[in-house]
């Protein structure tokens, strides 16, 4: 029983100096200056930093890549308008929410502004006294006048972004004051 104590003991003591020399074991080869046979302890200092033991976690995965939006737009709130296409979406958080959906814009002459506006306001009868017609769920993003508004999606406008009716009445609802709206080309 006593040789078994024995055993079991200088095995514990192995297993742990058998870990110690592991973990201190340099990475770069010995110079060829000191003897291969040597047992001497060498000068060296340990390192400074503790070693790393397998029991650590891993570091955590990288974050995933950010959502791409199939839209012309760089913002991820707001309404995007690609004059090319005919075409705006209703975006939240880089996801499309609604759209694409059909559009008129300005006509020549009556050109559509490129670039970011925030919506300024909201008149869910207006009338358009210049060009005496209806305009209804307009929602503003120009002090100049342009808006989303339901109207015409064959024939070109003074410069506001015409929407089928469904649509008008979805922009209107969900987009708020200050929120985004993006034209490009």
Request: glycine fraction near 6%.
């Amino acid at each position: 029983m006593r040789m078994l104590l024995v055993a079991v003991a200088l095995m514990s003591v192995a297993g742990c100096a058998q870990g110690a020399v592991h973990a201190e074991t340099p990475t770069t080869p010995p110079s060829s200056s000191s003897s291969a046979s040597s047992s001497a302890p060498s000068s060296e200092a340990p390192p400074s930093t503790p070693p790393s033991t397998s029991s650590e976690a891993p570091p955590p995965p990288p974050p995933p890549p950010p959502v791409v939006k199939p839209t012309p737009c760089t913002i991820s709130d707001g309404a995007c308008i690609q004059l090319s296409t005919n075409q705006s979406w209703v975006v939240r958080g880089d996801k499309i929410v609604y759209g694409p959906t059909p559009i008129t814009h300005g006509r020549k002459g009556f050109e559509t502004p490129l670039g970011n506006f925030p919506v300024l306001r909201k008149v869910k009868n207006e009338w358009s006294r210049p060009y005496n017609a209806p305009m209804p769920w307009s929602t503003y993003f120009t002090e100049s006048g342009i808006a989303f508004h339901e109207g015409s999606l064959t024939v070109p406008s003074h410069g506001c972004i015409h929407l089928d009716p469904p649509s008008a009445q979805y922009y209107f609802t969900n987009l708020s004051i200050g929120d985004t709206v993006q034209v490009v080309s």
